[in-house]
């Protein structure tokens, strides 16, 4: 980084995420090179950069992900409301409730359509009675652009849904545990441009309410559902700031080289 202070919203009295000085490691090879940024409520934040440059690795310490990945070290420090998330008191399941996640390609669980909602729920007790949880499957699958596609077959397979369906599917069963961060993994690099529209559109409906992180290598997609971008190249965070000054007026080189496609 080229600012002395660290990129995020001066503005924001308190980030709902900070992240300072994180470096990531596989082995000896470093993946993540001293990263700070601080993501916010408001705005949907969007992780750019080639393939390789570090964006799955930085957004997986944002739950503790890499924890899962035996030969990844992460160091730095990172919070969430102020509060350390890799502290020994730390419970992960639960910080992973906290701040779910969603993946490139959609991966319901082999079971029905209510139970992929109901699953979270149930194992972190949300509901007390069946009425309760009918209640968390409906308003998790309207949320998630789903109910009115779905309402009349909730005991079928999630896997027998097409894939776009099942992208918001596996959306919907993230906020069913009320996270407060949503991550999503190029959530719509497996879908097509009718499914990835109904993707972003959805993104643009959950803003504010959970703070939501996405990466993409789709600049088009970034500029269109983000309001901050952060731009990594080789495990660098090269830039960040206001999604539109990224794309017409960036500061860095390496991030005019990116966006006029001089490297992929
Ligand atoms: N599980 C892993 N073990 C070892 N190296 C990894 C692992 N995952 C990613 N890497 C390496 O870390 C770097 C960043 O990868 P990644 O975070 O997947 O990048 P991106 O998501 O931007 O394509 C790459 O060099 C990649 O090969
Ligand atoms: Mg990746």
Request: proline fraction near 4%; aromatic fraction near 6%; include cysteine.
């Amino acid at each position: 980084m080229t600012t002395d202070t660290v990129p995020g919203d001066a503005a924001v009295a308190q980030h709902k995420m900070t992240t300072r000085n994180v470096n990531v490691y596989y082995g000896a090879k470093q993946a993540i090179k001293d990263v700070s940024i601080d993501i916010d409520m408001d705005n949907v934040t969007a992780f750019i950069g080639p393939s390789g440059c570090g964006k799955s690795t930085f957004l997986r310490t944002l739950n503790r992900m890499n924890d899962t990945v035996a030969s990844a070290r992460v160091t730095g420090e990172i919070t969430l409301d102020g509060e350390d998330i890799y502290a020994s008191s730390m419970d992960v399941v639960q910080l992973r409730a906290r701040v779910g996640m969603v993946f490139q390609k959609p991966n319901p669980f082999p079971k029905s359509i209510y139970d992929n909602i109901a699953y979270g729920p149930r194992i972190h007790g949300l509901a007390t009675s069946k009425a309760d949880l009918d209640v968390i499957v409906e308003s998790s699958l309207r949320r998630a652009g789903l109910w009115d596609e779905v309402k009349d077959r909730l005991r079928d397979s999630g896997t027998a849904l097409s894939g776009g369906q099942q992208q918001r599917l596996c959306i919907g069963r993230a906020i069913a545990v009320e996270p407060e961060v949503i991550l999503m993994d190029e959530p719509c690099s497996a879908l097509d441009p009718i499914a990835t529209a109904k993707i972003e559109e959805l993104i643009h409906a959950l803003r504010g309410r959970y703070a939501i992180v996405i990466v993409t290598h789709n600049m088009q997609q970034a500029a269109r559902v983000s309001q901050r971008t952060a731009f990594f190249h080789l495990g660098d965070l090269v830039e960040y700031g206001v999604t539109t000054d990224i794309f017409t007026n960036p500061r860095e080189e390496r991030t005019k080289d990116y966006i006029t496609g001089r490297y992929g």
